[in-house]
């Protein structure tokens, strides 16, 4: 019992810590356990060979924003296990001044509440597979999935952060290899 308490109370610190270095704007992304990862992420690591299959976006004060199948776009904590550096990076832009950090969180908490789309997400690996710039089907314009939403938020503070070619079809391993991007 002891041991389990001392374990737990150890995640916490470790959690703190890293969410005490991380800033508004940071990108999270996640590599879970093969076996538990829906369909979409299970296809995005098994056929693109995706290390990451999640990303969110810190939005300050221990929160991120990202989507979920069953809410879309969503505001919640950052995951308890941040600190595990096998499962979760975080990512920062070079030289990002604070007026563009929150310029890019105000747009991304705009697409709070909108629908996950389901369907390009899924469309999105053959699109990839295909060398295509866009999806091949799409619900609907004012939907989005995980990294088309970080995408998106950065775009409108007047960053890009893939080339226009591929912003129809990023995803989040294409964030973890952005030349102006570094890990913290």
Request: hydrophobic fraction near 45%.
């Amino acid at each position: 019992m002891i041991l389990e308490f001392l374990r737990v109370w150890s995640g916490q610190l470790r959690r703190q810590e890293v969410i005490a270095r991380m800033r508004k704007g940071d990108i999270v992304l996640a590599s879970p356990k093969t076996l538990s990862l829906s369909l979409p992420a299970l296809l995005y690591r098994l056929i693109l060979r995706s290390r990451y299959v999640h990303s969110m976006l810190y939005i300050g004060d221990g929160k991120v924003i990202h989507t979920t199948a069953r809410h879309g776009v969503v505001v919640g904590k950052v995951p308890k296990k941040i600190y595990r550096k096998d499962r979760y990076a975080i990512f920062r832009v070079r030289d990002l001044s604070s007026e563009k950090r929150e310029k890019l969180v105000a747009e991304a908490l705009k697409w709070k509440d909108k629908k996950l789309d389901h369907i390009g997400l899924i469309t999105n690996v053959p699109a990839r597979l295909l060398g295509l710039e866009r999806v091949l089907l799409s619900c609907e314009r004012n939907r989005v999935w995980c990294s088309k939403l970080i995408y998106e938020a950065f775009f409108v503070a007047g960053i890009e952060l893939v080339p226009p070619g591929k912003a129809g079809v990023i995803t989040s391993e294409d964030l973890a290899h952005i030349p102006f991007v570094m890990r913290i």
